[in-house]
Each structure stands twice: as structure tokens, then as C-alpha cells.
């Protein structure tokens, strides 16, 4: 094909004839536009929408007699999307719909932002027909403003926020698979899942070391580990045919395989480190190879600088494809001799060298090629409220293959629900496996709960910061006798990890405790059958059958004395101690204590005696323990016993502890107004400003009550609206009453005030009397600064009785006036 290249005169010649021509197709296609999609030409659209400046009627012109050309030359492909009409009616080319638009968010500063951000904020607009490219393609501002978009409309979108972020981006125009095209993601896997099995995977896969001690072989009956071997490999062949019998169950064939079109965008290698070439579904926001086999094919590919045409075979979809772009054998532009961008980098870089070796007149000889115009379209301006409240709605509904994806907005639940995953065991969708939810500011510090169908049991994990320094809760209902296992954060002093609890046992993890201790096993004895009443003060004091604890190796104690596992059998009143290996010893040195009983009122407490004792040393040459020694020990172990027995009560204490206080956290939720989210300052000016007007009320009715004088004594009658004349004049005489006992309270105040000071003064005046020949002179000054203060207590304290006397009568006849003139006593009043 011969690329369109018109020089001046040609364009002069033709100039008028493209005006007219253009005149005249606007007219008949203003009225379809009308009339399919019911819009007007809106006057409030800048300029550049409604109107085409001469150099887009003339690549108007260029554009169809490029399409007319590629019409004649290959019969059998499809027309190419060159001029589709914008929401003014207006035909525009398509590389001028692209806006390039830097961002100033950090979260869509990358291509993964992007592509999720459009992803998310806009629903798709199906194409009608699917197979044929759409006749209308609407600017980007336009499409933030609806938040519903073609796939046209949403690679336009994406491409040009991500040539605002200088990546090398295309717009795809060419074929895929159904699914894609329409957002069908029934057959694929959550990524929520994928992520959540991956992390699984390698915390479970231990790290191989060759240089590690090889484990004793486990003794093992070779007929029960077949036994064993069988099942597991019944069990995954089962596993494997239902898998594959999953996988047959395919959708019916697409009779449009091959003909849906689709548009998405291509990310070329070179710019902002990528390595790789790779295309991004603007549906989706997901990433995949450029040989991927959901694209089925490619017609063209533009940016804001040119237009291509692909001329390679896609028989085997994008598999093989080449995208050099400055391959004219490969692709065909539209605009020939056009600046690319990667023709514009090196120019920019060779201008700054060779600027002063090269003539400026040489330039101008060359021929003009006719470049690209400047886009028509409006800044792209995204919000951060854009970004906050991201999907139609503020919230988007998704269902995978057995799952089903809710994501909300922030702050648009009450509990702070952000994400929410449920996960099905059939293709129906219609049995719940598993309900795994996100929250985001919650006061408790919740951060995901996990609900099991299957097994029944509840998963939460905390932020740290919240009480008892809790990280993560997993429980099989609310009641106390339940199995629970709970894990702490560092931070907490007791260097406890790890709590794990069921209705008969309880094992706690620690981890950097002074004394070596990594674990503790307490067994409860049995539960008893009792009644209700009775049932709930036997689990909050259940006995304690056995304490098992585990220490760690203490390098500065020798292995016969340092206690690796000392055991606690409470009914069979014996205290067992196991003790580390010593170095190439394969067998513990052991050692068992009886408890002797103790006293009671009939009997003394029994005696320690040496067979209360057994012993297994592995050293024979090692001398054994003398009989003090020993005493000293079980003393010393008995001590330990009582104090163990009141850490384990402790923690069954504090597990009812957290529990409550879960329930109340549950019972009293909020969420945190995060200043830096548009809608947490919104929620937090609304609170405010509530908080302001209820505040002004009650100032208002405390200065209204403070003024009315007679509220207390109205408080006393039924009916304070109409008051007969005994109750006005009771009133009256009451409040006059009480004003006169309140002056003379706070004379009487005033005048014990007075004489209290001058009794210290004369006090202190007789003691420094007494003792004045024997004070030194540091004393004698303070007695002369004590002096002083109290003299100028006392004078104060005088006048302030003598003002208080004078203005008491004025004051009492005041309140006389005042409650003659009050409109509730004066009709009553007047005699």
C-alpha cells in the first residue's frame, strides 16, 4: 500500500473540496447520532469538541483516503476505526482522542495503578453488534463523568494516563476470546485465592540444608505406612478426576471465535524499565504476555503520535508477532515520515550534541512531513475522591470459578468492610466453603476474619496496638470451653507467642524468657456432667490434672543440671525433672519427686525422707545429691508448682478476658476518620460540626438555667405553666429564703477564714517567742516571710468581710425586684 504524503500545493488544491465534503457529512450523521443515541450538540464543551481546526479536517481528509486505499487493497479484512464520531457528533481521529496526562498520585504513578484504577472505576458498555468496531469513541473526560466505557473507551483512558506516566503505550484494536471481551470471569481463578495458596506454599516448604544432622529413623510398621500410602494416593486420584471432570465442563463453543473485536493496550519495552513487551486488558486491569492466547488477533495499533496498521499474519493469533514499529514492512503508518517516540528521544538527544555543528538552513530544505495534531480532548482530571470511592457505586460484585469477590469503598460500610471472598465448593456457587473478609479503620484493629463452613471455625487477625497485645484469634464459637488458639505480638512483656486451648488442655509458646522456658502443657482433668447452674462455676475453676514445661539448653549450667522437661502431676502429688543430653550421651539423667502431705488438724505434716526420691544419673562416676540438697530442691520445686498453678489460673482468666472483650469491642464499633481520605473529612467535618451544634445547645440551656432563679423551685410542682397565687407567693418567699441563708453561709465562711489565720499567726508568733534565742538567722527570715504572708491573708480576708456586709442588703433587695418583675409571679404578687 502507498502511504498518504501530500505536499503544500496538494494541500491547497484540496483544502476547500475536504471543507465541503466534511460540511457535508456532518449534517446527515448529526441527525443519526441524534437519533441513536439521543444526545445534543452541548455548548458547555470546549471549542475542540464541537469544532475541527484545519489541520484535523486535513488529516480527516489524509485518514480516508488512507481507508479508501486499504479498502481496495485488501478487500477481506475489516474497515480500521480511523474517524469515529465524539459526544458532540464530530468526527475526530482516533490518535487525537489520546490525552497524554501526568499524574500526581503516587498510587497511579505505575502501570499496575493504572490499570486497576480504570478497571475498577468503569463498568463495561458492551459493543452492539460484537463483532463490528464501534461508530462513536468519547473523550476520556467524558468517560470519567459517566463511569461507562467501551473497551475502546477504556484502553483510550488507560493509554493515556500511561503516556502521561512516559510509558511507550499503544491502543490495540484487533480480536479475543469471548470471556474477555465480555468480562466473563466465571472460569477463572480469584487472584485473592492464587496469592493466598502461594503464601501458604512457602511458609510450609522447608529450607533444605545438606550439612544438618540426619534424623533417627522412625520405627514404623511397614503394613500401616502401605496402608496409609494407599489411601493417600485413592484420595488424590479422586481429587484428580474431579479436577479434570471440572475442566471438561467447558462453555459451548463461540460461533463468533475469531470475529469479537476487543481493544486493549500494549506496553512496548525501553521506557520506565520495561524489559519485556506485554499487553494490559483495560476490562480486567490484569497483565499478559504479548503471545498470549486470549488475543486472537491484531488490525491496528496507534498512540498520540501516529497510526499502524499491522501487515503480519495472525493465523496463530499474537503468537510470533513483531513490533517493530519502524518496519513499514510490518507496519503501515498512516501519517508516513512522522516523528515516532522513539524517533523524538533521539532527536532530543542529538540536538543537544550536535547543536553547534549543524545548519539550521539544511532544515528548512527538507521536506515537512505532516505531523500529528495536538489532542482535542480536555485535561483528564482524577480525583482523589475518584480513587477512594473507585468502582460505580462505590462498590463491584465479581464471581470467579467457585468464588464470588465483593470489594466496597472505604468507609461505605459500617464496620469497615473493604473486601469480602467467598468461596463455593461447586461451579453453582450454591455451597459456602469459606467467607474471607477485609476491614480497614476499625477501632479493635481488625484486619481480616475468615469464616470456615467446613469446619466451623473462625479466623481473625489484629493490627498491633490493640489489648492484650492479641494478633491473631482463631475460635470455634463464642463460649469459653471451645478449642482456641491465640498469637501475640512482640511487644508484649510476658514474651508469651502462642496460647492454644480446648475444652481438657492448654499449650503456651514462648519465645526469649529469662529462664529458658519455649513451652507449657497444662491437662485439665474431665469434665463432669453437672447441671447448668452448676456447670458454669465448674469451667471457670477447673482442676488441674498436669503441667508439662519444656526448657531450653542454658550453656551456663552443665547438662545434668540444667532441666529440660519438668513435669507437675498434681493428683499423684509427684514432681518429675528430665535433664538435657550431655554430649555424646543418648539417654537423659532423670529424677522424681514425692511430695510429702501437709498438715492438718489432726495430723502433723509428714516428714521428707530420703525414698521420697528416685534418681537415674547417666555419669555413674558423677557423686549423687545429698539428702539437704535434695530437701532444698522439692522445696524449692513446690514453691515453683504453686507459683506455675496460679500463671495457668491467670491465663484461663485472661482468655474469658479477651473474649468479653471482644464481644463488647463487637457490641461498640466504629471506625477511625482517617484525615488523609476525602471521605474520612467529610465524616469527620459532619461529626464535628454535630458535636459543635449539641455542645451550643447545652451552653445555651446551662446559661438559660443559670439565669432563672426560680428552676429549682418550679422542679417541685406538677404543673409549672399556670401557678396559683399560694404557690407564687410560696415560691417567692422560698427564694428569698434561700438567698438570705446563702449570704450568711458565705459570711460565716469569710469570718472562720479570718479567725483560722490569725490563730496560725498568734501560734506561730508564741513559738517563735520560745525558741527565738536559739534560731539561726535562715529561720528567723522565714519566720519574717510567714509572717508576712499571714498578715496579708488576714487583712484580705477582713476586707472581703466587710465588702461581703456591705453588699448583702443590696444584693437581697435586688432579687426582691427582680422576682416582682418575673412574668410567672408578678400577676401573684402585686399587693
Known sequence: METVVESDSEEQGRGGETEEEEEDDREPMKKSVSQELHLKVDELCPESYRVNSPDQIRLLAIADNFQRQYSLLYPDRKPLLLCPVNECGVRKFVSMTLRPTPTVFPEIFAWEGCASFVADFLSLDPLEPPVDLPRYLFSSSSVLQNQSATCFESATLLCSLLLGNHYDAYCVSGYAVREMCLMDRSLQECPLLDTQVKGKISEEEPQENKYTVKPLREMKSRFLTQLEQKKQEAEAEMLHKQKLQEETEQPPADPLRGLRVHCWVLVLSGSRSVRENFFIDPLSGNSYPSEDVNFLGIESVWNNLNYYVNMQDCRDGCAGMVYDLEDIKLWEPVLYGATSKTQLILEVSKKKIMSKFTNNDEDEQQLRVFEMPRSWVSYINISKKDLESRWPGRQEVTHY??????????????????????????????????????????????????????????????????????????????????????????????????????SDEMTESFEGRRDFL???????????????????????????????????????????????????????????????????????????????????????????????????????????????TLYQMLMSLMKSEEEVVLQVRNSKKEVQEIVDCREQEE?????????????????????????????????????????????????????????????????????????????????????????????????????????????????????????????????????RLKMHKEAAPHKYKALDQRLKRDPRLAPHLLY
Not at 443 to 452: A, F, K
Not at 536 to 560: C, T, W
Not at 701 to 720: F, G, S, Y
Open 401 to 502: 470459578r467457585k468464588a464470588k469477590l465483593e470489594k466496597f469503598a472505604v468507609y461505605l460500610s459500617q464496620d469497615g468492610l473493604v473486601t469480602r471472598l467467598t468461596r463455593y465448593k461447586d461451579l453453582d456457587c450454591t455451597e459456602v466453603v469459606m467467607v474471607r473478609e477485609l476491614y480497614h479503620q476499625r477501632n479493635d484493629h481488625l484486619v481480616e476474619r475468615e469464616i470456615n463452613e467446613v469446619d466451623k471455625f473462625t479466623t481473625e487477625r489484629f493490627r498491633r496496638g490493640r489489648p492484650f497485645h492479641l494478633l491473631f484469634h482463631r475460635y470455634t464459637s463464642n463460649s469459653t470451653d471451645t478449642e482456641r488458639e491465640m498469637e501475640f505480638s512482640s511487644d508484649r512483656g510476658e514474651d508469651l507467642l502462642r496460647r492454644v486451648e480446648s
Open 518 to 628: 519455649y513451652c507449657r502443657h497444662v491437662v485439665f482433668q474431665p469434665q463432669i456432667k453437672l447441671s447448668r447452674e452448676d456447670l458454669e462455676s465448674h469451667l471457670k475453676v477447673r482442676e488441674i490434672e498436669k503441667i508439662v514445661e519444656r526448657f531450653r539448653r542454658d550453656g551456663a549450667k552443665p547438662a545434668s543440671e540444667d532441666v529440660a522437661e519438668r513435669v507437675f502431676l498434681l493428683n499423684e502429688r509427684r514432681i518429675e525433672l528430665t535433664y538435657h543430653l550431655e554430649d555424646h550421651r543418648f539417654i537423659p539423667s532423670k529424677r522424681s519427686f514425692i511430695k510429702p502431705l501437709e498438715a492438718t488438724d489432726k495430723e502433723k505434716a509428714e516428714a521428707f525422707r530420703l525414698n521420697m526420691v528416685s534418681s537415674f544419673q547417666v555419669d555413674p562416676s558423677e557423686k549423687p545429691l545429698k539428702t539437704l
Open 667 to 799: 457490641e461498640d464499633l466504629h471506625l477511625h476518620l482517617s484525615p488523609w481520605t476525602t471521605s474520612g473529612v467529610t465524616q469527620a467535618r459532619s461529626q464535628r460540626e454535630e458535636m459543635e451544634r449539641l455542645d451550643a445547645e447545652e451552653r445555651r440551656w446551662i446559661q438559660e438555667k443559670e439565669k432563672d432563679v426560680l428552676a429549682p423551685l418550679l422542679l417541685r410542682l406538677n404543673d409549672t405553666e399556670t401557678l396559683s397565687a399560694g404557690d407564687a407567693k410560696q415560691i417567692h418567699q422560698d427564694c428569698l429564703s434561700g438567698f438570705k441563708q446563702r449570704l450568711v453561709e458565705q459570711a460565716n465562711l469569710i469570718q472562720e477564714r479570718y479567725e483560722k489565720e490569725t490563730q496560725e499567726l498568734q501560734r506561730k508568733q508564741r513559738s517563735f517567742q520560745k525558741n527565738q534565742l536559739h534560731m539561726t538567722k535562715g529561720q528567723e527570715k522565714d519566720y519574717q516571710t510567714y509572717c508576712t504572708e499571714k498578715i496579708l491573708r488576714i487583712n484580705v480576708a477582713k476586707k
